[in-house]
């Protein structure tokens, strides 16, 4: 599990600034800081987040990263940032890359620049697995390996690493939180709202009939189907708790960690897994491979295990139990969180 979340000070140091803290993951993020104790201000322009994810409270800044006055508006006095808001489609980017450029590159430069000009120096930022791109001879994505991007998305996180890194010189620390596939919910009101991932896409073809589709059965892993490292959300948030914590006690540099549970399911894995959770097959049919896909990406947590104390406590069943749980209802469209205009 994360470092302790209920250190004493934790939320003393100025208010931390959480970026798409409306979205899936960041829902899970907001409300994680805020058990800790963190004073946190969200900024999200809702294009895909729900303010209704927000803990009671919690400030919601209605607006875009790339936009000066949002963040003119609720840096002053901040302790750091939490980046999340980007987008994070591969076969999306592929399709449109200059999006992904727009969103993950040109905005983290707007964003580090403000808060140089504020003399905010602290900043856990969202990365992907995408960055490893296909390794081969390799069951384990480690930090140290050599990056490879498969697609514009991959490649616009990696800049995004870098930018950060080369800030250092600069007076800013960093962690950034290389993701693998996140899955499940807290509750019903973090619910991934978006059928993309494998995960979602098989409970909702349980649901709906409508049969799922298997990007290849000729990879070269044990079943022929593509291998990846299922993280539950919650242990995401936990992360993010863990590396504010890391920054707050002090840390420097440009550090970055993988976040994931360590072991690789196939998707005939996640098929199976939905079966039983469900109680019944799921529908799928099978296509050819998609460009840019890996056929096997499994993170290595040893790092963060050792400098973070950090680890996954839930595994791909209960990412599949929780998120056809939390799918039984509709979502809110606003709950809790307080809206705060900004311009």
Not at 100 to 108: L, Q
Request: hydrophobic share 40%.
């Amino acid at each position: 599990m994360a470092a302790n979340t209920g250190r004493s000070g934790i939320g003393m140091q100025g208010h931390w600034v959480v970026t798409g803290g409306a979205g899936y993951v960041g829902g899970h993020v907001v409300r994680a800081l805020h058990r800790a104790g963190v004073d946190v201000v969200v900024v999200d322009d809702l294009s895909t987040g729900l303010a209704g994810r927000l803990p009671a409270g919690v400030p919601l800044l209605l607006g875009q990263v790339g936009d000066r006055r949002v963040l003119d508006a609720c840096l002053p006095g901040a302790g750091g940032v939490v980046h999340l808001a980007a987008q994070t489609s591969a076969p999306g980017s592929v399709r449109d890359p200059l999006a992904h450029y727009r969103a993950n590159v040109g905005d983290v430069v707007t964003m580090t620049s403000a808060m140089a000009e504020h003399g905010i120096g602290r900043l856990v930022t969202s990365s992907s697995a995408a960055v490893y791109g296909d390794v081969p001879g390799s069951d384990r994505r480690a930090e140290t390996d050599p990056l490879h991007p498969q697609s514009p998305y991959g490649t616009t996180k990696m800049v995004g690493e870098r930018i950060l890194a080369d800030l250092v010189v600069c007076g800013l620390s960093s962690v950034a939180l290389r993701y693998f596939n996140v899955a499940g919910a807290g509750t019903q009101v973090l619910a991934d709202n978006k059928v993309g991932g494998l995960p979602l896409a098989v409970l909702q073809a349980r649901r709906t009939g409508e049969p799922v589709p298997v990007h290849g059965l000729d990879h070269p892993t044990p079943d022929g189907s593509a291998v990846r490292d299922y993280v539950h959300a919650v242990d995401v948030a936990s992360a993010h708790v863990a590396a504010v914590e890391l920054l707050l006690a002090g840390s420097q540099g440009a550090a970055v960690y993988n976040v994931g549970t360590g072991i690789g399911s196939s998707v005939l894995d996640v098929l199976r897994v939905a079966a039983e959770v469900t109680g019944g097959p799921v529908p799928h049919r099978v296509h050819g491979r998609r460009p840019g896909d890996p056929s096997h990406a499994v993170a290595d947590v040893s790092a963060i295990a050792r400098d973070l104390g950090w680890r996954a406590r839930h595994d791909l069943r209960d990412c599949q139990h929780s998120a056809w749980e939390a799918s039984g209802g509709p979502l809110p469209s606003h709950a809790g969180g307080r809206l705060v205009a900004t311009g």
